[in-house]
């Protein structure tokens, strides 16, 4: 079975991909130290620290910090956390790891005492501040290798000196401990009377590690494994920028109310008052909210999962490294074993070089020979980290051709290094993968199957019933379901809310002048209401409206306005079938024949729709485009697109029209809308938004006005066509990213991965795959169900209730009855739609759909029909409830 991500993606962040040029320029700017690169200049940033994804409760919670000085409620929020989570009665808050070691060694260690522990990394600063900090580290474990050597601790604490014994769960990265050697080790400490202290940032990894290699721990749950490993220390600390995810924050906790009251006595000289210690209030906040998800055992088995994969794929591949809880620790030695001096630093570069990498070691210069290749917590997908793995691989392959660096400054530590380097001459490695990484998450519905059958009964087998907190991965809709990005985040948070002309408007349309060429761009609050415009203002009652394939809204707005829909689209769109490049072409002969048949003045407009939603998503080929556009420009018949979805349409003529293959995205977009007159779009799907549409004109500014005068009466200002000023802003950026020719692409391409999967075992859908969603053919799926049994309906549910996946019904429910015979329409399509969202799965979420559809065709001949037991009048799929046969 395959492995997703217990969660979906809530909002992401742009990646940058600099050019081998750009590359060597950022390293030679940063004195060839990859501390100094910025990370609009890295493409994947490998550290662990604070740069991972958080929930959206999470980012919630950075919301409303309660920035008092004193007492404030998020210093509560934590306290209750600590309480919960660590079972620690008192907590002293710090800045981070460093706040928190500073205090408990001006507290708890006097000068020029010893502190034995399992770590390295705390050298970096232990020492200058004049702790002695003696290895007791068991060097001869082989699983538990972070357990301490108890008798070595034992003469250290014998020869006196020792002020507190120091244990870091996952030392230095790469050494768990065991519950066994822990109790061991607090033995020990009591018998001298030492107090024994955690560092506990990486404790999840460390309880995980427990879980898996530890006799009898393994039913036990993570969060009851870190409970007892925080019970067994007296004190215990964590970063808040490690398990945690939050962006800073430490804390120090404790049961002993003396040790609490010497560490607040002292927090105020270094840190801050003690119920802030040196957080912002809402950094208490995130941190209090980032340690009661910690625990959660799917998402620590996700996160270990993604370790243990790319750790996995560099060792099959040779490349020296040791095992990390976060990530590979690569051995600079051995994977430059020609270069003798700052291999560390030349690998960092050299990876840097070829691929817009960073991996980089922090701390003293000369302390270990490692360089940690660290995965930002639940922040990147599994094929990310394959290219990842890629990469490295690729420079260890040439890695006789590197050169290694000279230090032109030195220091004592690594940000300080300074050198010059000639250019090697190597092969840079290419990403070719999603273009942003994972910025927060939201949990997704986890119910058994049992549950999922009552979930579905109680929704009368129909899957716009169901709740979304039901929902494991949700492919109902592409509409307003994609996840902004960071960026769009910032422009909605900037805006200052105007009820009148506002700067975001202006933006948008400027934006929009820019993408499509239209002069003439009128804001609307989403696709129907645009189309319910154009149609008011363009159709004069009793005229005809061709288009390729009706779409329900569209359709419906033509006919309120008193036009006739003509399906005029090439035959191949109800063949599902066929493997037509362009089913979503018009037919020219059937458009003439219409046209010779009642007159153009008989013609309100062409309705042009791209990546046709009905018929599969399926695309119009540049060629039809300009036909249509010809014959009818000729016989003044104006040709309006929906244009809902003209961005994936403008990467199919990429890939599928060889004269368009070297075309950028933006420019094929251009050429696309220069064969209308203008355009409606609903802007919830390839505008990367929630919320949003447009309606625009080319040139015509008389239709420009009219158009205008009903928003006014039905939407808003023409300055915002009833959007909220930051949703304006929203949109504006979304324009801008949905051209990216990578996005288009990684969106695409994701569709036809799912589409492939399902091929490849043999499931009947609709060909070729199109680009917003993969349609199966429930005729073919399910031979022995009679269409008024409405077998597209029932394998939807089914779908749902093997997998949590929820799809869309898209056959006889959806069509309707034939109001002059009363009987279902039984249309040629009788399909369950998976729509893809955008930038809100992954490809492994991918492989779970594919794996659970297949095991519903395994069982198809079990699968029963349904009966309506209510039955609206209207758009019934919405509503409609059945039972089972
Ligand atoms: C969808 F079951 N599509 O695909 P609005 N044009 C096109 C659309 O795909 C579209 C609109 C206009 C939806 C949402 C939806 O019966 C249904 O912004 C090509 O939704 O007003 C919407 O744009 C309308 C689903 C709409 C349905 C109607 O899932």
Redesign the pocket.
């Known amino acids: 079975m395959a492995i997703h991500e217990p969660h979906k993606i809530k909002t992401v962040r742009l990646l940058s991909f600099p050019s081998l040029e750009e590359r060597k320029n950022h390293l030679a700017r940063a004195r060839f130290n990859v501390f100094n690169l910025t990370p609009s200049q890295v493409t994947f940033d490998m550290c662990s620290l604070g740069t991972g994804a958080t929930t959206q409760e999470q980012l919630a919670g950075s919301l409303i910090g309660d920035e008092a000085y004193a007492g404030s409620r998020n210093f509560e929020a934590l306290q209750n956390a600590v309480q919960e989570v660590l079972g620690h009665s008192y907590v002293c808050p710090t800045h981070n790891n460093l706040g928190s070691v500073k205090l408990v060694v001006s507290t708890l260690v006097p000068p020029g005492s010893v502190l034995p522990s399992n770590a390295r990394t705390k050298l970096d600063v232990l020492n200058p501040m004049g702790v002695e900090y003696p290895d007791t580290r068991d060097h001869t474990e082989s699983v538990f290798t972070g357990n301490m050597d108890l008798e070595k601790l034992e003469a250290t604490l014998e020869a006196g000196g020792v002020a507190i014994v120091g244990l870091q769960a996952f030392a230095d990265g790469q050494h768990p401990f065991s519950l066994e050697n822990l109790r061991g080790v607090r033995a020990l400490a009591d018998k001298y009377g030492k107090r024994l202290i955690c560092d506990g940032s990486r404790v999840i990894e460390n309880a995980w590690y427990i879980q898996r290699h530890e006799s009898g721990q393994a039913d036990r749950s993570i969060a009851e494994i870190v409970k007892q490993i925080v019970k067994t220390c007296h004190i215990f600390q964590i970063d808040g920028a490690q398990d945690p995810k939050c962006n800073a924050g430490g804390i120090i906790t404790t049961d002993n109310p003396d040790d609490h009251e010497k560490l607040i006595n002292e927090v105020v000289v270094f840190e801050g008052l003690h119920t802030y210690g040196g957080m912002a209030g809402r950094t208490m906040e995130m941190l209090a909210r980032g340690l009661l998800e910690m625990c959660e055992e799917d998402e620590v088995h996700w996160v270990m999962h993604q370790t243990e994969r790319f750790t996995q794929r560099l060792r099959d591949s040779g490349v020296p490294l040791e095992r990390g809880c976060d990530g590979a620790y690569i051995k600079a030695d051995e994977f430059l074993p020609h270069i003798d001096k700052h291999a560390q630093d030349t690998l960092s570069a050299a990876l840097y070089l070829i691929s817009g990498v960073r991996a980089v070691a922090h701390g003293l210069v000369g302390r270990d020979r490692l360089v940690p290749v660290q995965i930002p917590r639940l922040g990147m997908m599994n094929e990310q980290l394959d290219q990842v793995a890629d990469a490295v691989v690729s420079l260890l392959e040439q890695r006789d051709e590197v050169t290694g660096l000279q230090a032109t400054a030195s220091g004592t530590w690594r940000d300080e290094m300074e050198y010059r380097w000639v250019y090697p001459d190597l092969e840079s490695y290419s990403f070719d993968t999603f273009p942003y990484e994972i910025h927060t998450i939201e949990k997704v519905g986890a119910l058994t199957r049992g549950q999922r059958e009552k979930a579905i009964r109680g929704a009368g087998y129909n899957t716009f019933l169901l709740r979304s907190a039901d929902v494991t991965i949700d492919l109902l809709?592409?509409?307003g379901t994609s996840a902004m990005s960071s960026d769009q985040w910032a422009a909605y948070q900037g805006v200052r809310a105007s009820a009148t002309a506002s700067d975001e408007y202006g933006r948008l349309v400027q934006a929009l002048q820019d993408v499509t060429g239209y002069q003439h761009i009128i804001p609307t609050h989403?696709?129907?209401a645009a189309?319910h415009i154009l149609s008011q203002i363009m159709i004069e009652p009793g005229q005809l409206v061709p288009g390729n394939m009706y779409?329900?809204?569209?359709k419906l707005h033509q006919e309120l306005a008193g036009g006739v829909f003509v399906d005029v689209i090439v035959d191949e769109a109800h063949d599902p079938e066929s493997d037509f490049p362009w089913k979503g072409n018009i037919d020219l002969d059937k458009l003439k024949a219409l046209v010779d048949e009642h007159g153009a003045e008989k013609i309100a407009y062409i309705s042009f729709?791209h990546s046709v939603?009905m018929a599969g998503g399926q695309p119009v080929s540049m060629d039809n485009m300009k036909e249509v556009y010809e014959y009818c420009s000729a016989l003044g018949i104006p040709v309006f697109f929906?244009a809902?979805?003209f961005v994936e349409n403008a990467y199919m003529i990429q890939t599928r029209d060889p004269r368009y293959s070297k075309v950028k995205i933006r420019d094929i977009v251009r050429e696309m809308m220069l064969y209308g007159d203008g355009c409606t779009v609903?802007g919830?799907?390839d505008f990367l938004i929630n919320i949003g549409?447009v309606l625009c004109f080319r040139e015509n500014a008389e239709w420009a006005r009219a158009a205008e005068e009903m928003l006014r009466v039905y939407e808003g200002n023409v300055t915002d066509g009833g959007l909220a000023t930051a949703d304006l802003a929203a949109i504006a950026r979304g324009v801008e990213e949905m051209v990216d020719d990578r996005y288009i692409k990684s969106r695409v391409e994701q569709t036809r991965f799912l589409g492939d999967l399902l091929l490849d075992a043999g499931i009947p859908i609709v060909t070729p795959p199109g680009s917003h969603a993969i349609f199966l053919d429930a005729r073919r799926f399910l031979p022995h169900i009679d269409q008024d049994e409405f077998p597209a309906q029932r394998l939807a549910a089914e779908i749902y209730v093997e997998t949590g996946v929820r799809a869309?019904e898209r056959g006889n429910v959806s069509k309707g009855r034939d109001p002059e015979t009363g009987e279902n329409y039984r249309p040629k399509l009788e399909l369950v739609r998976l729509?893809i969202p955008r930038r809100v799965y992954t490809n492994d979420h991918m492989r779970g759909v594919a794996d659970g559809i297949k095991r519903v065709y395994e069982r198809r001949d079990e699968i029963k029909g349904l009966r309506f037991v209510y039955e609206p009048a209207k758009?019934r799929f919405f509503q409609g409830r059945f039972e089972s046969l």
């Open positions: 809709t592409d509409s989403q696709g129907r189309e779409f329900t809204t569209t729709e939603n929906d809902t979805r609903s919830k799907k549409g869309m729509t758009l």
